[in-house]
C-alpha cells in the first residue's frame, strides 16, 4: 500500500488545519505561543488548559484563528495555477470533514453543548475548539470558491448533511462566534441547502459576481416627448 506524500507547503496547511492550542506557551499574558524545542521538553510544565482557558478566553482566540483564516483564503486566491490550488483546496476540504466528523463524535459521546458547561479536560477542549474553527473554514472555502469545492466534494457521500449539522451546532456558540461568523455560517447554510435559500441570497464571495452585477444591462429610460414649439413644418389644410 502506498503512502501519500505531501509537500512542505501541503504539511504547512494540514498543521494550520489541525493546530490549536498545540506547544502554546504564554497564554496567561495573552501573547502567541513559542515553540517548544525538543530539548527543552523534560523543563517545560504541562499545561493545564482546564484552568487557563474558559468559554470568555477562547471566544478571543476564536476571532484570532478567524483572522488567519482570512489570510489562508488571501493566500488560496493568490494561486493562479488551478491544479495547485486544486490539489491544495482538495487537501483543506478533506481534512475538515476528517476533523469534524472525529472531534464531532467526542463532543456528542461527552455531550459538550452551547448551553452545558465550558469543557474542563483538555481533549474537550481542543475538539470543540477544532470543531467550530473548521466548521467556519469551510464555510470560506466554500463561499469563496464554490465551484471548487463542489468538484472535490461531488465523490464525498453525506457531507452535505455532515457539515448542515456542523453549521447548526457551531452558530449556537453565540458566546463565542463574533458577528462576522455566525453572519458567514448563515450564508453558508443558504449556499449548500438550496432549499434553505431566501429569494434574494446571492454568494457575495461568488468569483465573478460583481462582474455579472455590473454587466445587467441597463433598462432603457423611455423618452419623453419634449413640450414646446415643434421645427417640423406645420401641415396646412387646402
Known sequence: MSRKTYSSVDCLFILFLTSTFAEFSGLEKNTFPQPVLA??????????????????????????????????????????????????MKLGIDEILRIIREEGGKLRGNQITAESEFPKL???????????????????????????????LKGVSEWRTLMTDALNYTKTFVKILDEKSIELLGLLN?????????????????EGAQQTELAKPKKKSKSKPKKGPSLSPAKTEL
Request: glycine share 2%; net charge negative; aromatic share 10%.
Open 39 to 88: 530539548k527543552d521538553v523534560e523543563k517545560v510544565p504541562e499545561l493545564d488548559l482546564g484552568k487557563i482557558i474558559n468559554e470568555k478566553v477562547y471566544a478571543n482566540i476564536f476571532v484570532r484563528k478567524r483572522e488567519e483564516h482570512k489570510l489562508l483564503v488571501n493566500h488560496l486566491q493568490s494561486i493562479e495555477d488551478y491544479s495547485k490550488r486544486y490539489k491544495l
Open 122 to 152: 483538555q481533549e474537550l477542549i481542543n475538539a470543540l475548539a477544532q470543531f467550530l474553527e473548521n466548521t467556519c473554514l469551510f464555510g470560506e472555502m466554500v463561499l469563496h470558491f464554490p465551484d471548487m469545492s463542489y468538484r472535490i
Open 190 to 206: 443558504q449556499e449548500i441547502n438550496e432549499d434553505q435559500r431566501t429569494p434574494e441570497y446571492v454568494n457575495p464571495y461568488r
